[in-house]
């Protein structure tokens, strides 16, 4: 377990699935006060720059429409295409920091930016990178009839279907039930 950063991650390569796994929480997460952003970035260890204000709330809930765009779209063409325009939205020309006595680490923001920026860097950079590295198709919806939760799917073989075992085991159960029938 690494400790709490400011991109929620300390080692370069697990930025990408830090920052997917957070983008994906983000996109179904209902975000009503600064304390839920908070909460938020503290389950996925991200460490952040300033307090949320309610305008983050709002910035916030404007980025997840940018980020249903990945999860949403039709073809790997449109994915990237919505990953593109995360990137440039989200984030600017990479620099490195030592904010806080930190070690030299790399941000792609500048210091000193609001909270939405930073979670913004994190997911755009991260998801473009963890897509592009692992697999377009590995941010996903759950497979699940009765439930529309966003995951990114971390594992080795890139065969998940379901955003939880809870899910997988009803549909499990629902299909065996099918075959009884
Ligand atoms: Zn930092
Ligand atoms: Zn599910």
Known sequence: MSPPCCNGI???NH???EGALLAAALVDRRLTSPADVARLA???DVLLERTPTPSDVAGLIEWQAALTEVVDAATDAARVA???RLLAR???HPSISTHDGTRPHVHFRPDGVSVTRQLAAITAFG???????????RFARCAAGDCTSTFADVTRN??????STRCANRSAVRRHRARLA
Do not use: I, K, M, P
């Open 15 to 17: 930025y990408s699935d």
């Open 42 to 44: 503290a389950e996925h």
């Open 82 to 84: 919505a990953l593109n």
């Open 158 to 163: 890139g065969r998940q279907r379901y955003c």
């Open 10 to 12: 300390v080692h370069f």
């Open 127 to 137: 998801l473009a990178w963890f897509l592009t590295q692992r697999g377009l198709h």
């Open 90 to 92: 989200g984030t600017s």
